[in-house]
């Protein structure tokens, strides 16, 4: 079963840490996501890259970075993590190409800043 | 920039009725991919059903069927004999070509016994 894997499922950090979601895909998927996921607000895009060291800013990406190393993983990281990053943070992938395919999404990562 | 809105913020319905979540879009496009997802308590995005925008035909897989219309730039998700397994968030996404996919809101579903 194809899958994609988040590190952690629940997060508690204090203010100011630097913090680091790890996600992993097994399918050879190019593309990787960062979303996060509020009330009211849906999924909004944080970065995505189309490939190994390439990343692009999403929608709302101030407070956030990036890596990707290797295709299989793709790490956000918040910097000086504040309480307003508090939130659900869905990672996901697709195949290049494949449009209509829709993404495959990870369980997701509920961080709580303190 | 494309957008996508759930004017339902919840929904319920009794066991074994019907149901329809709402979803408009809007796009300059031609070309573009609409989908369903269902996340439910386990938070594991699914993708529940997908439409090509140049295809006339509304597409169907079970229980789950959408009606399209695309001059209205409205795409809603019809769920007939609704399920206690049905319960969960449901999301409208759009997708342009090799664009990245843009979600609505979310419509919480509740199921009744």
């Known amino acids: 079963d194809v899958k994609v894997t988040q590190s952690s499922r629940y997060l508690v950090k204090r203010t100011g840490e630097k913090v680091f979601l790890e996600c992993v895909q097994d399918m050879d998927h190019e593309n990787m996501f960062w979303y996060r996921q509020d009330p009211g607000l849906g999924l909004r895009l944080i970065y995505f890259s189309y490939d190994v060291k390439m990343k692009e800013k999403g929608d709302i990406p101030e407070g956030y970075s990036v890596s990707r190393e290797k295709k299989e993983r793709f790490s956000l990281i918040l910097e000086s993590a504040s309480t307003n990053q508090t939130s659900m943070y869905l990672c996901?992938?697709?195949?290049?190409?494949?449009?209509?395919?829709?993404?495959?999404f990870g369980s997701g990562t509920r961080l709580t800043v303190v | 920039a494309q957008t996508v809105t759930q004017s339902q913020p919840e929904m319920s319905v009794q066991e074994a009725e019907t149901v329809t979540l709402s979803c408009t879009y809007d796009t300059s496009e031609s070309d573009y991919y609409l989908f369903w997802y269902k996340q439910p308590p386990s938070r594991q995005m699914i993708l529940v059903i997908r439409q090509e925008a140049y295809k006339q035909q509304n597409a169907t897989e079970n229980r789950f069927s959408v009606n399209f219309q695309k001059a209205a730039k409205s795409f809603s998700l019809k769920i007939s004999d609704s399920q206690l397994g049905d319960a969960a968030m449901y999301f409208c996404a759009y997708r342009r070509t090799a664009q990245k996919l843009v979600f609505g809101q979310g419509t919480r579903l509740t199921i009744n016994p």
């Open positions: 996901a992938s697709s195949l290049a190409g494949a449009h209509n395919y829709g993404y495959t």
